[in-house]
T-cell receptor, first 113, second 112 residues
Framework: AQTVTQSQPEMSVQEAETVTLSCTYD???????LFWYKQPPSRQMILVIRQEAYKQQNATENRFSVNFQKAAKSFSLKISDSQLGDTAMYFCAFMDSNYQLIWGAGTKLIIKP | DTAVSQTPKYLVTQMGNDKSIKCEQNLGHDTMYWYKQDSKKFLKIMFS???????INETVPNRFSPKSPDKAHLNLHINSLELGDSAVYFC???????????FGSGTRLTVV
Protein backbone atom coordinates (compact mmCIF):
# COMPACT_ATOMS: atom_id res chain seq x y z
CA ALA A 1 0.00 0.00 0.00
CA GLN A 2 1.14 3.51 -0.72
CA THR A 3 1.88 5.63 2.30
CA VAL A 4 2.98 9.17 3.03
CA THR A 5 4.92 10.00 6.20
CA GLN A 6 5.48 13.41 7.71
CA SER A 7 7.78 12.86 10.66
CA GLN A 8 7.52 16.34 12.18
CA PRO A 9 4.19 16.86 13.97
CA GLU A 10 5.06 20.46 14.81
CA MET A 11 7.77 23.00 14.02
CA SER A 12 8.33 26.62 14.91
CA VAL A 13 10.78 29.18 13.54
CA GLN A 14 11.35 32.90 13.76
CA GLU A 15 9.98 35.17 11.10
CA ALA A 16 12.35 35.58 8.11
CA GLU A 17 14.10 32.27 8.78
CA THR A 18 14.13 29.36 6.37
CA VAL A 19 12.35 26.17 7.36
CA THR A 20 12.22 22.72 5.77
CA LEU A 21 9.34 20.31 6.24
CA SER A 22 10.06 16.67 5.54
CA CYS A 23 7.94 14.13 3.70
CA THR A 24 8.68 10.58 2.62
CA TYR A 25 6.48 8.22 0.70
CA ASP A 26 6.36 4.64 -0.35
CA UNK A 27 5.22 3.46 -3.76
CA UNK A 28 6.10 0.96 -6.45
CA UNK A 29 4.86 3.27 -9.19
CA UNK A 30 7.32 5.15 -11.38
CA UNK A 31 5.05 7.92 -12.62
CA UNK A 32 3.18 9.91 -10.03
CA UNK A 33 2.67 13.38 -8.66
CA LEU A 34 3.42 14.96 -5.32
CA PHE A 35 1.83 17.94 -3.65
CA TRP A 36 2.13 20.20 -0.67
CA TYR A 37 -1.06 21.73 0.68
CA LYS A 38 -1.36 24.43 3.30
CA GLN A 39 -4.23 24.74 5.77
CA PRO A 40 -4.12 28.04 7.71
CA PRO A 41 -6.34 28.65 10.75
CA SER A 42 -9.10 29.69 8.34
CA ARG A 43 -9.13 25.91 7.50
CA GLN A 44 -9.10 26.49 3.73
CA MET A 45 -6.97 23.87 1.95
CA ILE A 46 -4.59 25.66 -0.41
CA LEU A 47 -2.31 24.05 -2.98
CA VAL A 48 1.23 25.31 -2.37
CA ILE A 49 3.31 23.41 -4.89
CA ARG A 50 3.30 20.26 -7.03
CA GLN A 51 5.95 18.07 -8.56
CA GLU A 52 5.76 15.57 -11.38
CA ALA A 53 7.90 12.52 -10.66
CA TYR A 54 9.25 12.37 -14.19
CA LYS A 55 10.72 15.86 -13.87
CA GLN A 56 14.19 16.03 -12.38
CA GLN A 57 14.01 19.77 -11.79
CA ASN A 58 12.66 20.72 -8.38
CA ALA A 59 9.48 22.78 -8.44
CA THR A 60 9.57 26.35 -7.15
CA GLU A 61 6.79 28.82 -6.37
CA ASN A 62 8.13 32.12 -5.11
CA ARG A 63 9.40 31.48 -1.54
CA PHE A 64 8.37 27.82 -1.66
CA SER A 65 10.56 25.14 -3.19
CA VAL A 66 10.88 21.40 -2.94
CA ASN A 67 13.76 19.00 -2.72
CA PHE A 68 12.57 15.96 -4.62
CA GLN A 69 14.74 12.88 -4.25
CA LYS A 70 13.03 10.15 -6.26
CA ALA A 71 15.39 7.34 -5.36
CA ALA A 72 15.07 8.13 -1.68
CA LYS A 73 11.31 8.74 -2.04
CA SER A 74 11.68 12.05 -0.29
CA PHE A 75 9.79 15.27 -1.01
CA SER A 76 10.66 18.08 1.40
CA LEU A 77 9.27 21.60 1.32
CA LYS A 78 11.51 24.60 1.92
CA ILE A 79 10.00 27.93 2.89
CA SER A 80 12.41 30.83 2.57
CA ASP A 81 12.06 34.18 4.33
CA SER A 82 9.17 32.82 6.38
CA GLN A 83 6.29 35.15 7.12
CA LEU A 84 3.66 35.19 9.85
CA GLY A 85 1.07 34.25 7.24
CA ASP A 86 2.89 30.98 6.64
CA THR A 87 1.62 29.72 10.00
CA ALA A 88 -0.52 26.72 9.07
CA MET A 89 -0.79 22.96 8.87
CA TYR A 90 1.15 21.62 5.91
CA PHE A 91 0.13 18.38 4.26
CA CYS A 92 2.20 16.33 1.88
CA ALA A 93 0.21 14.24 -0.60
CA PHE A 94 0.94 11.58 -3.21
CA MET A 95 -1.29 11.13 -6.24
CA ASP A 96 -1.50 7.57 -7.47
CA SER A 97 -2.20 6.31 -10.98
CA ASN A 98 -5.95 6.53 -10.31
CA TYR A 99 -5.54 10.22 -9.44
CA GLN A 100 -6.40 9.54 -5.82
CA LEU A 101 -4.54 11.53 -3.19
CA ILE A 102 -2.84 9.76 -0.29
CA TRP A 103 -2.20 12.18 2.55
CA GLY A 104 0.40 12.56 5.23
CA ALA A 105 -0.65 13.35 8.79
CA GLY A 106 0.45 16.97 8.51
CA THR A 107 3.03 19.25 10.12
CA LYS A 108 1.91 22.20 12.18
CA LEU A 109 4.19 25.15 11.37
CA ILE A 110 4.29 28.18 13.63
CA ILE A 111 6.09 31.33 12.54
CA LYS A 112 7.04 33.45 15.55
CA PRO A 113 7.36 37.25 15.31
CA ASP B 1 -16.61 33.37 -8.61
CA THR B 2 -15.78 30.79 -5.93
CA ALA B 3 -14.38 27.63 -7.54
CA VAL B 4 -15.71 25.10 -5.00
CA SER B 5 -18.38 26.28 -2.61
CA GLN B 6 -19.83 24.42 0.34
CA THR B 7 -22.80 25.32 2.46
CA PRO B 8 -23.22 25.70 5.33
CA LYS B 9 -19.84 26.63 6.79
CA TYR B 10 -20.98 25.73 10.29
CA LEU B 11 -23.62 23.23 11.34
CA VAL B 12 -24.64 22.46 14.91
CA THR B 13 -27.26 19.79 15.39
CA GLN B 14 -28.54 17.25 17.86
CA MET B 15 -27.87 13.55 17.85
CA GLY B 16 -30.30 11.58 15.76
CA ASN B 17 -31.03 14.38 13.31
CA ASP B 18 -30.61 14.16 9.54
CA LYS B 19 -28.60 16.86 7.80
CA SER B 20 -27.19 17.69 4.38
CA ILE B 21 -24.12 19.59 3.22
CA LYS B 22 -24.13 21.02 -0.27
CA CYS B 23 -21.19 21.38 -2.63
CA GLU B 24 -20.92 23.00 -6.03
CA GLN B 25 -17.95 23.53 -8.35
CA ASN B 26 -17.75 25.80 -11.37
CA LEU B 27 -14.42 24.52 -12.66
CA GLY B 28 -15.81 21.96 -15.07
CA HIS B 29 -14.00 19.21 -13.18
CA ASP B 30 -15.07 15.63 -13.77
CA THR B 31 -14.52 14.26 -10.28
CA MET B 32 -15.76 15.47 -6.92
CA TYR B 33 -14.88 14.23 -3.44
CA TRP B 34 -15.93 14.35 0.17
CA TYR B 35 -13.30 14.26 2.90
CA LYS B 36 -13.63 14.10 6.66
CA GLN B 37 -11.01 15.86 8.78
CA ASP B 38 -10.97 14.73 12.38
CA SER B 39 -9.82 16.61 15.47
CA LYS B 40 -6.22 15.53 14.83
CA LYS B 41 -6.39 17.08 11.35
CA PHE B 42 -6.17 13.71 9.62
CA LEU B 43 -7.86 13.74 6.21
CA LYS B 44 -9.91 10.71 5.26
CA ILE B 45 -11.52 10.20 1.86
CA MET B 46 -15.19 9.35 2.12
CA PHE B 47 -16.52 9.37 -1.41
CA SER B 48 -15.69 10.43 -4.90
CA UNK B 49 -17.92 10.81 -7.92
CA UNK B 50 -16.78 10.74 -11.53
CA UNK B 51 -19.40 11.71 -14.09
CA UNK B 52 -22.14 10.87 -11.60
CA UNK B 53 -20.78 7.43 -10.86
CA UNK B 54 -19.51 6.52 -7.43
CA UNK B 55 -15.97 5.26 -7.85
CA ILE B 56 -14.76 5.20 -4.25
CA ASN B 57 -16.69 4.28 -1.19
CA GLU B 58 -14.36 3.72 1.76
CA THR B 59 -15.46 2.13 5.02
CA VAL B 60 -17.98 4.84 5.73
CA PRO B 61 -21.19 4.09 7.63
CA ASN B 62 -24.20 3.81 5.36
CA ARG B 63 -25.74 6.69 7.30
CA PHE B 64 -23.64 8.82 4.95
CA SER B 65 -24.88 9.04 1.40
CA PRO B 66 -23.52 11.19 -1.42
CA LYS B 67 -25.96 12.58 -3.94
CA SER B 68 -24.88 14.07 -7.25
CA PRO B 69 -27.69 15.61 -9.33
CA ASP B 70 -25.17 16.69 -11.98
CA LYS B 71 -21.43 16.94 -12.63
CA ALA B 72 -21.16 20.26 -10.82
CA HIS B 73 -22.80 19.19 -7.57
CA LEU B 74 -22.03 16.59 -4.92
CA ASN B 75 -24.09 16.81 -1.77
CA LEU B 76 -23.54 14.82 1.41
CA HIS B 77 -26.53 13.58 3.34
CA ILE B 78 -26.12 12.21 6.84
CA ASN B 79 -28.84 10.27 8.67
CA SER B 80 -29.13 9.68 12.41
CA LEU B 81 -26.18 11.85 13.34
CA GLU B 82 -23.88 10.62 16.11
CA LEU B 83 -21.42 12.45 18.37
CA GLY B 84 -18.52 10.86 16.48
CA ASP B 85 -19.64 12.51 13.27
CA SER B 86 -18.42 15.84 14.60
CA ALA B 87 -15.62 16.94 12.28
CA VAL B 88 -14.82 19.25 9.40
CA TYR B 89 -16.10 17.98 6.07
CA PHE B 90 -14.41 19.11 2.87
CA CYS B 91 -15.68 18.95 -0.64
CA UNK B 92 -13.09 18.93 -3.43
CA UNK B 93 -12.96 18.54 -7.17
CA UNK B 94 -10.35 17.57 -9.72
CA UNK B 95 -9.80 16.86 -13.37
CA UNK B 96 -7.73 13.95 -14.64
CA UNK B 97 -4.07 14.76 -14.61
CA UNK B 98 -1.66 16.73 -12.51
CA UNK B 99 -3.76 19.64 -11.37
CA UNK B 100 -4.34 18.41 -7.88
CA UNK B 101 -7.56 18.98 -6.02
CA UNK B 102 -9.42 22.22 -5.44
CA PHE B 103 -11.08 22.31 -2.05
CA GLY B 104 -14.10 24.04 -0.66
CA SER B 105 -13.77 25.99 2.56
CA GLY B 106 -15.08 23.16 4.70
CA THR B 107 -18.13 22.62 6.88
CA ARG B 108 -17.61 22.30 10.60
CA LEU B 109 -20.23 19.87 11.86
CA THR B 110 -20.85 19.70 15.59
CA VAL B 111 -23.21 17.07 16.94
CA VAL B 112 -24.46 17.72 20.47
Amino acid sequence: AQTVTQSQPEMSVQEAETVTLSCTYDTSESNYYLFWYKQPPSRQMILVIRQEAYKQQNATENRFSVNFQKAAKSFSLKISDSQLGDTAMYFCAFMDSNYQLIWGAGTKLIIKP
Amino acid sequence: DTAVSQTPKYLVTQMGNDKSIKCEQNLGHDTMYWYKQDSKKFLKIMFSYNNKELIINETVPNRFSPKSPDKAHLNLHINSLELGDSAVYFCASSRPGVGGYTFGSGTRLTVV
